[in-house]
């Protein structure tokens, strides 16, 4: 199977919990992952957690 460039992903509920651990765990297979989050300073802390492809 070929490998797919370019990999994103949308998470909503992605600032804590479950949500968080998705996440985290699409961004380290390196997708570029996009928050979704009710409270807007959660999700900026949680994007910082996850690095510079989230």
Do not use: H
Not at 10 to 23: D, E, K, P, S, W
Not at 36 to 53: I, M, P, T, V
């Amino acid at each position: 199977m070929q490998s797919v460039q370019n990999k994103i992903a949308l998470v909503t509920g992605a600032n804590t919990g479950v949500g968080f651990q998705i996440a985290k765990a699409l961004s380290e297979r390196n997708y570029t992952v996009f928050i979704g989050a009710r409270n807007l300073e959660k999700g900026k802390d949680a994007a910082s957690q996850l690095g510079e492809d989230a």
